[in-house]
């Protein structure tokens, strides 16, 4: 039986576990090396990493199975996700590597790929890549004259910055703007509050003294609590939550207010169409955008189309279809003028800029449509295929029917953990809790 390593966001797990130990990293970087030898060039790879402490002892291993398949690597050290992606185009490598585990604990860590365009690797791809892990790769290895160097690359920091700083109108500053910013100790608590001071903002900092234990620890865009308190607490005009890898965005108005990606798509959306900016009249979401995104867009007279969760099916379907702005809920926001993968930075980057030509508050320019009841609730797998199971099956199909037009129903597997996640919306909250809750129970039984 061939062993599946790869979730919706590569490969993640506890670790110094199974899921992800030194040698698995090390068999990772020998196989998606072999995969992308192609030519007799010198081939090249660039790592980055975000600050939890495992990627001390990742980041070696992946080392260790690039060079000896012949392939020298670069090392970027603690630099957020998009800045990965950029630098593996801009130094002409054949391929990036980013460890991290995104929004999860210290505890876990990851391994996300990415071609020598930056963009994350197809399920294609990742299937090629898995096919080696199960194999034995030892004969594959290069001599030892071909062997691969490993170096650090200097000015790193500094490249990403201005390029992010250029996404930003030139005609535009933001003296005079304060703002909160939470890097969520992690990989962008260097470069995303400089950029913006950089560009005349006034800064005040919180998640920016990683420790490789604190990140994503009650702070970033998945616990927004301590940023609220900062915006009070300096009377910030905005306040800004990225992820461990920085490669997702929430904001908090200046009423101390959250902001999800729902609404940053729609206000990105709207601006860029009135400038013609916007392609394919439209942008992309996941089955997980609120409904209210969608019919504020269609009385904008725009369009969305929507895919399964993850930033890389939004991304395929940007690419398919040629539209520039796609994201999730979550606050992972693509924007492909600048960037193929999230890029946290750059799209605060863009409210910030409508914030700015407009002259008002972010409370306003931010709330763009009132979401509707949307619950999501996570049941834990215990070995069971609730998915498949006729009676969670008879739940999904009663409860939409109850919802009938106006409301909508998710049920999916978790790429990155154990879980079944249960979504409902619709116009009539207690309806929705009705559902959600009859429909977790089925999966409780069948989990």
Not at 378 to 399: F, H, Q, S, T, Y
Not at 401 to 421: H, Q, Y
Request: aromatic fraction near 4%.
């Amino acid at each position: 039986m061939v062993e599946k390593f790869f979730g919706t966001d590569g490969i993640r797990g506890v670790a110094n576990s199974d899921a992800m130990s030194p040698e698995l990293a090390m068999k990772v970087g020998m196989a998606a090396g072999r995969m992308f030898m192609r030519g007799s060039h010198r081939h090249r790879v660039v790592i980055g990493k975000d600050t939890r402490l495992s990627g001390y002892m990742i980041e070696p291993a992946l080392v260790a199975g690039f060079t000896s398949m012949g392939i020298d690597v670069f090392l970027l050290g603690p630099i957020p996700t998009p800045a990965v992606a950029m630098l593996t185009r801009s130094l002409r490598a054949d391929m990036g590597v980013m460890i991290s585990a995104s929004h999860n604990k210290f505890q876990d860590n990851g391994i996300k790929l990415f071609g020598p365009k930056g963009q994350k690797l197809s399920d294609e791809m990742e299937g090629e890549i898995e096919s080696l892990l199960n194999e034995d790769l030892s004969k594959l290895r290069a001599s030892p004259r071909r062997i691969g160097r490993a170096k650090r690359i200097d000015g790193v920091h500094g490249r990403y910055m201005e390029f992010a700083k250029r996404t930003f109108p030139r005609n535009l500053r933001l003296d005079g703007v304060r703002i909160a910013i939470d890097c969520a100790n992690g990989a962008a608590y260097k470069v995303a509050p400089e950029a913006l001071w950089e560009l005349g903002a006034e800064i005040a900092e919180i998640g920016t003294s990683p420790d490789g234990f604190n990140i994503n620890d009650d702070c970033g865009s998945t616990s927004t609590e301590a940023l609220c308190s900062k915006v009070h607490e300096v009377r910030a005009d905005i306040g800004i939550a990225l992820d461990g890898d920085a490669d997702r965005v929430i904001i908090v108005d200046e009423k101390g207010k959250v902001v999800d990606g729902d609404q940053l798509l729609a206000v990105i959306a709207q601006s860029w169409a009135k400038t013609d900016k916007l392609a394919a009249n439209g942008i992309v979401a996941t089955v997980m955008s609120n409904l209210g995104l969608q019919k504020f867009l269609e009385g904008e007279g725009l369009n969305m189309a929507r895919t399964d969760v993850g930033d890389r099916n939004v991304v395929q379907h940007m690419r398919e279809h040629g539209y520039n702005v796609g994201g999730e809920q979550s606050g992972h926001i693509i924007l492909s003028d600048f960037s193929a993968t999230g890029d946290g930075l750059v799209a605060a980057l863009q409210l910030l800029a409508v914030v700015r030509q407009e002259g008002r508050p972010v409370s306003e320019i931010c709330h763009k449509f009132d979401p509707y009841p949307q619950i999501l609730r996570n049941v834990r797998l215990n070995g069971g295929k609730p998915l498949e199971d006729k009676n969670v099956k008879a739940a999904i199909d009663d409860a939409q029917n109850s919802l009938g037009d106006a409301g909508r129903v998710v049920i999916r597997p978790s790429g990155t953990e154990p879980l079944i996640r249960v979504m409902a919306e619709g116009e009539d909250v207690g309806l929705v809790k009705k559902v959600v809750n009859e429909i977790v129970s089925a999966v409780e039984s069948a989990a």
